[in-house]
């Protein structure tokens, strides 16, 4: 593994700069959250965008590695309520959808609007295995702190770490992505934690760090403990996590999910929602290419006492990467995607409920 230097960062900000993906370039929010052509009772959504929640952040972020990086695009954020104030943890990125990214905080009250941390960013590289980028916050509530679960992007191609774990199910062209975990009491101050997922499970890639969350943010034990979909790398396996503490895991390859009904294959379990209503189910919202290979979104039904045993199937979500809350009496989230080139504005969404 290459080792985290300054020179490294800046030929990471420097290539992200220069990137491109036509797939990612055109995605939507309203293609996947917007219409759905089934609306089961137990399925949430679908939403559309309250434009006066619009995120517009005004200055570039102090640069705490001293490469001169600046951001041109914010994305994939996660939201928390603490009190009457809304929490937003966001990707911030050199282009949409590049490396190169860090993590900002800003919070939202109906008397200020949004304000963006002065603190910012409250994530960026530190380690060797973020030295390519620190993505896609998902932040959770315990009894005692607040949990954040990241991606730590880095150079797994030729590495010793490819030697040891290959990952011949789930082939690593070139990048390593770990799942990694930091610790608040504050939602502005982290303690990096390390490796949520170890090599042994992810073969160098794996995300999810999806976890059971009512509508305030709350972590909701199942079973007693927590519990973590992984998806996406894990050499081609479906894995599930469990802990005590939302720090420290144990994973078992564990089936959970099954697209028959829809057809296409999965890309990534975005979110799991539960406490939203007296049912006693989680709902899986998860990303996908469907049959006629087009990315797509839909939701899945279980219950509680059974979280792997899958009831019902519908097309549409939220892709909400770190979850769904309750503000001002509706449902809601947040993505950048549908922002200009070029133009740093995160999208707030509300479910429709007529």
């Known amino acids: 593994m290459e080792r985290l230097s300054s020179e490294g960062l800046r030929a990471s900000y420097e290539a992200a700069l220069e990137h491109s993906d036509p797939l990612t370039d055109r995605i939507s929010t309203d293609q996947f959250s917007r219409h759905y052509t089934q609306r089961p009772a137990w399925a949430i959504g679908p939403f559309a965008r309250d434009e006066s929640l ?17 951001s041109s695009s914010v994305f994939n954020p996660s939201l ?33 609007g949004w304000i963006d941390s002065p603190t910012n960013p409250v994530v960026y590289p530190t380690a060797d295995d973020e030295l390519l980028s620190c993505e896609d916050p998902k932040v959770y509530r315990t009894e005692n702190e607040y949990v954040l679960f990241y991606n730590g992007i880095w150079q797994a191609a030729g590495s010793i770490q490819a030697e040891r774990y290959p990952s011949p199910g789930y082939p690593i062209a070139s990048l390593g992505c ?12 982290w303690e990096k934690r390390g490796l949520a997922v170890p090599y042994e499970v992810s073969r160098l890639w794996a995300k999810g760090a999806v976890i059971p969350r009512d509508l305030t943010g709350r972590a909701v034990r199942v079973g007693g403990q927590y519990l973590m979909y992984l998806s996406e790398g894990c050499g081609g396996s ?17 089936p959970y999910l099954d697209l028959t009904a829809v057809g296409g294959s999965l890309l990534e379990v975005s979110c799991a929602v539960t406490g939203h209503d007296d049912s006693g189910s989680i ?37 909400s990467w770190g979850g769904l809350v309750r503000y001002d009496g509706d449902i809601l989230f947040a993505q950048g995607w549908d922002a200009p080139s070029g133009t740093r504005e995160m999208y707030l969404y509300r479910q429709v409920t007529a």
């Open 283 to 319: 709902v899986l919202d998860f990303f996908y290419r469907d049959a006629s290979g087009e990315f797509a979104a839909a939701q899945a039904l279980y219950n509680v006492d059974e979280p792997f045993r899958q009831l019902a199937l519908n097309r549409g979500g939220s892709l």
């Open 178 to 189: 770990d799942v990694k975990v930091a610790t608040s009491t504050d939602l502005v101050h």
């Open 80 to 112: 928390i309520l603490d009190g009457d104030a809304l929490h937003m943890f966001y990707r911030a990125s050199p282009r949409k959808e590049s490396t190169a990214s860090r993590i900002g905080l800003a919070t939202y009250t109906a008397e200020g």
């Open 54 to 70: 619009t995120f517009r952040p005004r200055d570039q972020w102090s640069d705490p590695t001293g490469i001169g990086w600046t």
């Open 238 to 254: 479906p894995y599930i996590g469990r802990s005590d503490d939302l720090v420290n895991w144990t994973f078992t390859e564990q």
